[in-house]
């Protein structure tokens, strides 16, 4: 689902907050070429990553889901110097082409892609200590969203800001009676949210190009 006056509006905000670039639109161009889907964050929405770990101060990063790390090279870019991003991707081939793209960056010292399922890196990283992360951006498969809250979690410190991508699934999120697995999912992941109480948390919707969907941001309390 996608609307005229969305799409016109977002290429109105795009142009003067968020143009492109040739290393953001040549990351596209080789995700596209290696056969990766578009389902990248749009310009503005990068923007807000972007902005928000701006606005954090935040010095360490967790991506879950790098796709072609287009994602990541706004969220990279925000990082001042000595600051680190994790990224978590599941596809060899994914990584390979965010491994290139975050290079023509210039972020492969800053950024590093691990390959693996979260459900396995995740908990790696928690046992090895790593962390507390200054931003979460969980963006990977939606039915393992409720899982990667918990991890996050783990991998947190009051003050974290976690933010999932795709929680409003035009509309879908309202539908009680919903089996599409992906649905599901972040309804779990929203009613976990309610029910933590180490997180204060609320969704924002959003429309734009890639139609009517939502990020669901909360704050870890100390
Ligand atoms: N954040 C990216 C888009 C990510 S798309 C951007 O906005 O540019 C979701 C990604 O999650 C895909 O690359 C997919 O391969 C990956 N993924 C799916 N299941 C996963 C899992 N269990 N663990 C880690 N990554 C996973
Ligand atoms: C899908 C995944 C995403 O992270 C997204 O932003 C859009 C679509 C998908 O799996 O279809
Ligand atoms: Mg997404």
Redesign the pocket.
Known sequence: MADDRWTAADDYIDARLAPGDPVLEAALKA?AEAG??S???SPS??KLLQVLARGLGARKIL????????????LGRALPPGGRLI?????PH?ADV?RANLARAGLEKVVEVRV??????LPAMVAAGEGPFDLI?I???KA?YPAYLDWSLRLSRPGTVILA?NVVRGGQIADPASEDEAVVGVQRYIEALAAEPRVSATVIQTVGRKGYDGFALAVVQG
């Open positions: 995700a990766l889907p389902i990248n964050v929405q990068g991506e879950i889901g790098t796709l072609g790390g287009y994602s990541t090279i706004w990224t978590l991707e599941v596809s994914h965010a693996g399922r979260a459900q396995d890196t951006f963006d990977a498969d393992g991508d």
